[in-house]
């Protein structure tokens, strides 16, 4: 059973930071390849350290309109995310990717909607790194492919780069009540935030569980709608603490069938931009 899961974190984001110093890989010809109808939905893409010795790399893109819209279609499309990380000198030293790619978003009641869709794996380096490293993604659909480059953060040392400023502590508690597993996420403003912090839409918090594959079973987000307006970091003001609460029913959200008992992979999110806080523990989950 999961008894208590503590960490404070922050995250860095890749976008506006990441330069090509002495690296192989030509970021004008590979981006290149992207297909321009696709720069109509914003892609973003964010790498950032995790604090257990992993990088997270998360793609993201939005439409709004009704459900035979362009931008929805072309949304709909996208069916793979994969991410190649390469070395100085531009050689491909791993490689891994997702079909998962779930969408939230809100349907309003003349029958448009926004949604955003999400890919996101885990990375953990195989052996020593050596900067600079940069990782290539690219998101494949009906209508050709968006590529982006990001420069993985390194220290000069080799090392994986200290997520930034401490801006929220964020701690995990569960309890498990009759086959069911109670979280409690509680949130801490530990620092001020940084000037460009915002929430993108209604949706606070974020709670997952991943298999061993690191495949998605279940996300406290699954199957809800979510505003899509701008919004501040709570808590605002350091000292301030918010808590959210999510309940896991033991149901595998792809299967619909119980959860095996096993080892599983948590995550907790604040889906902040331009860069989310998160906190990865292990569960073990004993079955209903």
């Not at 790498?47 to 010795?53: A, E, I, L, Q, T």
């Not at 040392?157 to 509680?186: C, K, M, N, Q, Y």
């Not at 605002?236 to 096993?262: C, I, K, M, Q, W």
């Amino acid at each position: 059973m999961l008894v208590a899961l503590v960490a404070a974190t922050g995250c860095g984001s890749s976008r506006g930071t990441t330069t090509t110093g002495g690296a192989g890989l030509d970021r004008v010809a590979i981006e290149r390849q992207s297909s321009p109808v696709y720069e109509s939905l914003h892609p973003t893409f964010d790498v950032f350290p995790n604090g257990d010795g992993t990088y997270s790399f998360i793609f993201s893109a939005g439409a709004s309109g009704t459900s035979d819209a362009p931008t929805m279609r072309l949304l709909r499309g996208i069916v793979e995310v994969s991410f190649t990380v390469h070395d100085g000198s531009g050689a491909m030293i791993d490689s891994l990717g997702t079909t998962d790619i779930p969408t939230s978003g809100i349907a309003g009641a003349d029958g448009a909607a926004s949604l955003t869709a999400t890919g996101r794996v885990a990375w953990r380096p195989r052996g020593e790194p050596t900067p600079p490293m940069q990782v290539v993604m690219r998101a494949s659909g009906a209508e050709g492919v968006i590529v982006r480059i990001a420069e993985l953060p390194m220290t000069s040392r080799g090392e994986i780069a200290p997520s930034s400023a401490e801006r929220l502590a964020l701690t995990l508690t569960s309890e498990e009540r009759a086959g069911r597993l109670d979280f409690v996420l509680e949130v801490e403003r530990v620092g001020p935030g940084a000037p460009d912090e915002y929430m993108p839409s209604g949706e606070q918090f974020r709670i997952e569980i991943f298999g061993d594959a690191g495949e998605r079973v279940w996300s406290s987000s699954a199957g809800q709608m979510f505003t899509q307006a701008l919004g501040p970091v709570l808590p605002a003001r350091v000292g301030e603490r918010v808590s959210y609460r999510a309940s896991f029913d033991g149901r595998n959200d792809v299967t619909h069938e119980s959860l095996a008992p096993g080892r599983y992979s948590i995550v907790a999110t604040i889906p902040a931009k331009p860069s989310p806080y998160v906190l990865r523990e292990e569960l073990t989950w004993a079955g209903r």
